[in-house]
């Protein structure tokens, strides 16, 4: 054994071998064994939220334009899924991730990160945290946390805690930046998010989170190498785009 066993969550769904943030990339996470799926929301010209990174559609689909200045049914008639691996896929909604994470064959934890135009500001979270109360996952009674909002946003992250205070977020950002717990605290955010490069360089990160009472979730983890150093220190989460390779590194490690 390796060390802790990390949570082990999909980075844009299973993106190493499949079109990010498409439906056969988060379905091969689920069949892989990943614990949970990690994706990006934006929201668009007429306020849909849809899993995607970029501002614009460009480097993923076949169309073009600012994802903000498109509605949900322009990017509907693109193709997100041919660029990568030659095979067509329609853009995703965040309620039907959803509906995979909390209704497909296994029920898996969703790690969601708002991204942040400037034309919306904090109508992103004001849509995401109805979004989740309109499932169910955003009760302050859901005591298995099935949804954390993660950020490199301080902002975002306390806006978040201010409207719903009973949903667990991360501040994404290099480790340099949150071992000292002040970028943290100050925005109450339960975990901090470093990027592995920051913590091979400051791996005492995760040691001292802990002290403070917060969970560390390191992105993106994709070397045998790397899961071995985060197993080691007692990362709680793992995002990485070969959720099978991780679940195997853990069964032989
Ligand atoms: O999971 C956090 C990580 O996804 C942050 O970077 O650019 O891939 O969204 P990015
Ligand atoms: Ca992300």
């Not at 717990?181 to 001292?208: C, F, M, N, Q, Y």
Request: aromatic share 4%.
């Amino acid at each position: 054994m390796i060390g802790r066993a990390p949570c082990i969550v999909a980075h844009r769904g299973a993106s190493g071998d499949h079109a990010e943030h498409t439906m056969t990339a988060f379905e091969a996470a689920v069949a892989a064994g990943a614990d949970a799926i990690e994706c990006d929301v934006r929201l668009t010209r007429d306020q849909h939220l849809v899993c995607l990174h970029d501002r614009t559609v460009e480097r993923t689909s076949d169309g073009t334009g600012a994802v903000s200045e498109l509605d949900l049914a322009d990017l509907r008639a693109m193709d997100f899924g041919s660029w990568k691996a030659g095979v067509p896929a329609t853009v995703v909604t965040l309620d039907e991730l959803i509906e995979l994470t909390t209704g497909g064959p296994r029920r898996v934890q969703l790690f969601v990160e708002t991204k942040h135009p400037v034309r919306f500001g904090a109508l992103v979270e004001q849509k995401l945290v109805a979004t989740l109360h309109r499932h169910g996952l955003a009760d302050p009674g859901a005591s298995d946390h099935p949804v954390t909002v993660i950020s490199f946003s301080a902002s975002a992250v306390w806006r978040i805690g201010r409207n719903a205070p009973q949903i667990p977020t991360v501040l994404l950002g290099e480790a340099s930046h949150l071992l000292g717990g002040g970028a943290a605290t100050a925005v109450r955010a339960h975990g901090i998010g470093p990027s592995i490069t920051s913590l091979r360089e400051r791996p005492d990160t995760v040691a001292k989170a802990r002290a403070a009472g917060r969970s560390t979730y390191c992105w993106t983890v994709d070397s045998e190498t790397d899961f071995a150093m985060c197993c080691g220190l007692g990362v709680d989460q793992i995002a990485t785009n070969h959720p099978a390779r991780a679940r195997a590194w853990l069964a032989t490690g």
